[in-house]
Structures are given as C-alpha cells and as structure tokens.
C-alpha cells in the first residue's frame, strides 16, 4: 500500500539557470540533490516542459531550503556563532569583562566610504519569481514586471490601487493585453483625443458595448468605425499607455496568476524591456528622485544575481557609460556631480537598474553636495578646551578673475577630424544599417547591440573637445543619430525582417493589408458567433483562414462554426474534430481550440476525450465558465 501511495505522489524536474534538466525527483530526494548556494537559480516542473520558479511549489520551498543549509555547511567550515545576550539583559557581575563580538550572520566587508575599493555586494535575498501577492509598497510594478520578463513566464498581474485595477497579460514573459479601470471610456477618450472617431460613432459604440465598462474594441469593430488598416496600431498605442500607468502605481497590492493564458485578439506590445525602459524614462525628475530616494547616496554595484546582461538590456549610449561606473566605488549622487548636466541621466538609470535587480545598493556614502567640516567650523564642545580662540577665521578674500583667453583658432588637426567625420557621415547616408554598424546580415542581437554601443561611445557630441573645430559637435550629431536608426530598425525582429525585404527588393510587394482584413473578419466572425449568427460568421472565417491557414484559432474557430450550421452534424463532427485537432498541434495553448474539441468528443460520445479537453482549459485559463459547466455536467451523469 505504501508502494502505490509513492507511485502516486508528484514528481518534479529541476531545470538550473544555464538550463540542465535532472528528474523527476520526489520531493524528498531534493535534500540529496546539489542545488548549490542561494545564489544559484532553479525552477521546477510537473511535466518537464513548462518550468516555473521553485516559489510556485510550496510543498518544494522548505526542502529546497534545507537542501541549500546542507550545502552551506559542506562549503564553509566555521565554528558556530557564540550565543549572545541581548542589549537590555542586566550583566551577572558588576565588573565589566571584555568578550569578543559576536559574528554577524552575513560576512559584510568594511566598508571605507571615501576609498574606491571594489568590494562584492552584500548578500541578497533569493528572487523566486513574483510572489502571487503583496503589496505594491514593498514590491513595485517595475520590479514584479522585471521578474516576469525575465523568467520569461506566461500569466496575469493584476495590481489592484485606489484608482482601480489594472491587469496585465504576459505571455513567455511579453505583456499582450493590458484592462484597466473604466476600459470603454479610457479607450473612446484615447480614440477622441487621436481624432479618429466621431462623438456620434463612439457614444453608439458605447452604448452597444455597455457603457464605461464595457468592451468597446468589439462594438467598434462591429460597426466599422475604425479605418482596417490603423486598428491594430491604435490598439496597441492606448494598451501601452495603460501599461505605462500600471508601471507608475505606488500604492495598493498585486496578485499574480501563473500560467494564465491571455485573452483572445491579445497580441505583443512590443519588446518587453524597450517597453519597461521607455515608460520609466517618461517620468519627471522630480518622480525619479522621489523613488530613488534614500538609495541616491548609497554606492552601487553590479549583482551576480542579475537574469540578464548589459547588452539585453535597451540603454541608449549615455545610460551605459553611466552603468559601467556602477562599480561599488560612488554613490548615484557623487556620479551626478562629477558629469555636470547628466544629473537626470544617472539617477535614472540607477533607478532603472536596481529596479529590474542589474545592480543593487550598498551603504550611504558621503555626499557631494555638502562641504566636509574642518576644525575651524567644528562646534564648541569639539575643541580645544584649554583656551583656544573658537571664533572661525574670516573668509580669504576672493582673487581677481583673470579675463577670459583668447578663443584658439582650429588646429590643423581639427581641421582634419571635421573632414573625416564629414566624409564618414556621407558615406553612411548610403550605406545600409548593416554597413553602418559593421555587423554582418546575421548577426545576433548581441552583436548588434555591441556595435552599437561601440559606435556611440567614439561618435557621441559629448566626446568633442572644447577647443575642437566648432561644427565638429554637430557633424558627430548627425553621425550618432545614423548609429541610432541603424540599431533601432536592426534591434528590433520585426523592423528588422521588413528591412530586409526592402533590401531584397521586396518591399513593393509586401502588403500587409490582406492581413489585417483577415483579423479583422475574424473578429467580426467571432461576435456573430456569438450572437448565434452562425452563416453570417462563416464565409469570414473562411476568408481568414485562407490568408492565414496556420493561425490555430482561425482554423478551430472556422471547425467549431461549419458544425454549427451543418444538417448532418455527426458527419460534421468527425471532420470539425480533426481540424480543431490540428489547431492544439498548431498552439498546444489555443484555449478555444481545447474547448471547441471538447464539445465536438462530447457530440460524439467520447466523454473521456471530452473531459480532458476541458480539464486542459482549466489548466490554461483557471476562470474559464464554459469549460467549468461542461466539467460539472459530465459528472452529473456518472
């Protein structure tokens, strides 16, 4: 009996942070695996395909902490701290004898504020993913968004503030959808301010939708209020700012739902860290330093705990030459002082930073901004009390300034600079962006962003001498914005795949139109569907469909409505089975795939197929109606 409950118990495999798989383990096996220090990044999985952070597996968090003691103590060979008493407990005898200090639980270096010394940072606290609550004061948007891209995770964040609730669906760790308080009015406002929509159109819309909260993309598309062409583009300009709200909330609490498919017609954002970094660089100054706060005069390093290097991430060139001096030695405040005029800069990109986890804080470090006291200025009672005079000397009378020199007039060598950036800039004016960056056509996204990094730091204005040629400063301008096209079409997957179509002479012949009419009829097509207008819905699908045959839900949504309308639905019914078939193979995370061939085994009498169709719903989409109803009436006729 013992025996069968064993072979009954879950089992998991363990994926570490460069992507070795072990398993599967039963939980208690993990105290006999090497898991490593706490610094070592492990996730864990029921089936060996889908991995999450350990912290999704409650029952594996105190055997993995176990574990990782064992480990500490194989590794460090020390006595054990002496039991200390505390502060407030009276002494046994009235004689002060000396002991030694008790040792710390964390070795922590000594730290010397004024000596550039490069120590290691202080022991951090395991990041586990996002936790599934708290609160937002103790871990913010940026931080709970960094997490999420990082993993890569799939799932729903919802952030709950006075304001309302904003949710925000992750896919592999890219937002694709985004609710947020009021959505129908918060979009027909968007749409007024973009003038592209009457009043008139969007109270109808309004109206059909259900009011501020309603769905209003729908009713739009329902009514072919929006021009075909500029739909998916103004979505997705009024999601991103909703996230950009979401990022800046300050106060309420989170709860995170792994695994949580997002809804249909959701689709990317953009890139996750371009769209994290864009958002924060919005924020005023005077927002940056608020939340930058007590951490402004504290020195900062570089973590070994970071999920992600320098070059994944989207700093322009004055952000990483900013980032490298992160090196423990200066605090953000004593950086800002010695790069006048990029005060702004620095405190933002250590905000950014130590949100996301690149860096971490040390301790407080002197400021630049206030003059060290000497003795003469020391107070009273720090002095010599043997009657020295303790009134401060008088100010030195400040020297003449001396009249300004004389401008110089360029050197040859100047001379010489201005006409070979000259002769640079127009020759990158026809070069290609690959030409410009000197990378190859199939360069990785490191290359690229080393490039670019590489070109900005020798063609940046802020490198020109002052006592250069005066049009030097805007010739390397000009040739740092070329750099910046180059790594903004090359940098990103799509650009860069319509670049290279324009390269190959394709450019007249790509016409994304028929494409965006697809998605457009199948939107459509599904609120007929919906509203039991089945013939209507059905000619659009298949016009979808034939313009974009491997899209799983096109091609399960086309199945499920040829069987709605066809007269001999068992004949139907096996055809509809096989294409939704297809469709869980196209996208084994298609929930209406799942759903629809659920109904279609349950037609046929396959009610073991049938529940595991819905139970797989569940797994993607845990609030799903239909798939739990369905689940409920198969077990009512047992």
């Known amino acids: 009996m013992a025996e069968a409950e064993d072979d009954k118990a879950p089992r998991y495999w363990v994926k570490n942070e460069i992507g070795r798989v072990w398993g599967p383990f039963a939980p208690e096996a993990f105290t006999r695996i090497n898991l490593g220090s706490t610094r070592t990044r492990i996730m864990a999985s029921l089936d060996g395909q889908v991995f999450a952070p350990i912290g999704h597996f409650p029952e594996l968090l105190e055997v993995v902490r176990q574990a990782r003691a064992a480990a500490r103590l194989r590794d460090v060979d020390a006595a054990p701290e002496p039991e200390t008493e505390p502060e407030s407990a009276p002494t046994a005898t009235p004689e002060p004898t000396p002991a030694p200090a008790a040792a710390p639980a964390w070795p922590r270096p000594a730290w010397e504020p004024r000596a550039p010394v490069h120590a290691p940072a202080p022991p951090q606290p395991e990041e586990r993913g996002p936790a599934s609550t708290g609160e937002l004061s103790a871990r913010n948007p940026v931080r709970l968004y960094s997490l ?3 993993f890569g995770l799939t799932g729903r964040l919802a952030l709950e503030s006075p304001g309302g609730t904003w949710t925000v669906h992750f896919k592999k760790g890219v937002p694709e959808h985004v609710d947020c308080p009021r959505p129908g009015q918060e979009l027909a ?19 059909l939708s259900g009011g501020p909260e309603g769905d209003l993309a729908d009713a739009l598309f329902a009514l072919n209020v929006l021009p075909p062409n500029e739909i998916f583009r103004l979505l997705g300009e009024h999601r991103r700012i909703q996230l950009e709200k979401a990022l800046g909330l300050e106060e309420g609490t989170f709860r995170w739902d792994f695994g949580v498919a997002p809804p249909p017609g959701s689709f990317p954002l953009g890139e996750k860290w371009t769209l994290l970094f864009d958002a924060v660089r919005r924020w005023t100054t005077v927002e940056v330093r608020r939340r930058l706060g007590t951490r402004a005069p504290c020195a900062i390093y570089s973590t070994s705990g970071a999920f992600m290097k320098l070059e994944e991430l989207p700093l322009n060139a004055q952000e990483t030459r900013v980032a490298l001096q992160f090196d423990g030695s200066r605090s953000p405040d004593q950086i800002a002082a010695g790069m006048p005029g990029e005060g702004d800069v620095v405190h933002r990109t250590a905000l950014l930073l130590l949100d996301v986890g690149f860096v971490t804080s040390g301790p407080e470090l002197e400021s630049p901004f206030r003059r060290p006291a000497d003795d003469s200025t020391a107070p009273p009672e720090e002095q010599d009390a043997g009657g020295t005079d303790l009134t401060p000397p008088a100010e030195p009378t400040p020297e003449p300034l001396e009249p300004p020199p004389e401008p110089v007039a360029p050197s040859p060598a100047d001379d010489a600079a201005l006409r070979e950036a000259r002769e640079l800039a127009a020759a990158w004016a026809e070069a290609t962006h690959y030409q410009v960056l000197g990378v190859a056509e199939n360069a990785s996204i490191g290359q690229i962003k080393a490039a670019y990094i590489s070109l900005a730091r020798v063609h940046h204005p802020d490198t020109v001498p002052a006592e250069a040629h005066p049009a030097l400063h805007a010739v390397k301008a000009e040739l740092t914005a070329r750099v910046n096209d180059a790594y903004n079409v090359l940098g990103d997957d799509d650009m860069r795949a319509v670049y290279v179509q324009q390269l190959q002479g394709g450019a007249n012949v790509v016409d994304v139109g028929p494409l965006l009419e697809a998605e457009n009829d199948f939107l459509k097509a599904t609120l ?8 209507e819905a059905l000619p659009l699908l298949e016009r979808a469909v034939a313009f974009n045959p491997n899209e799983a839900e096109f091609l399960c949504w086309l199945a499920w409505t040829r069987f709605l309308v066809a007269e001999d639905k068992d004949a139907q019914a096996q055809e509809s089975r096989e294409d939704c078939t297809r469709a869980t193979e196209l996208d084994a995370r298609c929930v209406p795939a799942h759903l629809f061939l659920g109904n279609l085994c349950r037609h046929l009498g396959d009610l073991d197929c049938a529940r595991a169709e819905y139970e797989a719903v569940l797994a993607l989409q845990p609030d799903n109606a239909d798939a739990m109803r369905e689940l409920r009436l198969l077990r009512s006729r047992r």
């Open 148 to 150: 999420t891209a990082s």
């Open 189 to 207: 406002r968007f749409l007024a301010a973009r003038r592209v929509a009457g009043g008139r159109d969007l109270e109808q819309a309004l109206e």
């Open 528 to 535: 007929l569907v919906k509203s039991r207008r089945h013939a």
